[in-house]
């Protein structure tokens, strides 16, 4: 089934969805393929842009790229392999930069395993962009005063952390420009939820009612 587009954003975003990682914490199985209501993370995340109407989806793989790539097969993302993700999530991220176009206004940078951020987080976050502070250009939403993801950048802030060094990422340019960084407060919690461990995933069905399975896990009886 196809997935139909919402009505044009105001604003051009980009969206690279990250998931290279070993997910060594998660015993070296691809966080990604964790299915929520029999669709996996990966192309759940994929869909809800598709859906939102952002103008491109880039998926950053790299350890495990066959299982994912496989759940991208019929979806209008572009898969693009990482040779070398155990350089880490900066090297993925400005891969993916590079590969963003040039008349992309913003670029949403998001992690596919945050199960709780679907289409009216993603919406309520490029609103939030669109009404930022004059001379802020990169918009993060802050829950309670804590940092959470995706997170919204410039086209002039990608330009400026490809032009920079190899270790240079997000984290690095917002630290040496505080002031053109929006901590956007929201109190939905999806922003700061994600799974890295196997335990991350017993409480996600406790505190919000959320159940995750691995594709080959018998469903049994609930």
Known sequence: MSVQRAPALGVRVSALLLAAGAASRMGHRPKGLLEMEGVALVRRAVNALTELGVCEVGVVLGHHAPALQARLLTSSARCLIHPR???????????????????????????????????????????????????????????????????LISQAVRQQILAAGPEYGCRQWQAAHPEQVHAWP?????????????????????SEGCRLRWPDEDRGLD
Do not use: F, K, W
């Open 85 to 151: 993700p155990q350089e880490g999530q900066i090297s993925s991220l400005r891969l993916g930069l590079r590969s963003v176009g040039a008349d992309a206004q913003a670029v949403m940078v998001l992690l596919c395993d945050q199960p709780l951020v679907g289409v009216a987080q993603l919406r309520a976050l490029i609103q939030a962009y669109e009404q930022r502070p004059m001379g802020t250009q990169i918009v993060q939403p802050h829950v309670q005063g804590l940092p959470g993801n995706p997170v």
């Open 186 to 206: 929201t109190t939905d919690r999806a922003y700061r939820i994600d799974v890295d461990t196997l335990e991350d995933i017993d409480a996600l069905a406790v």
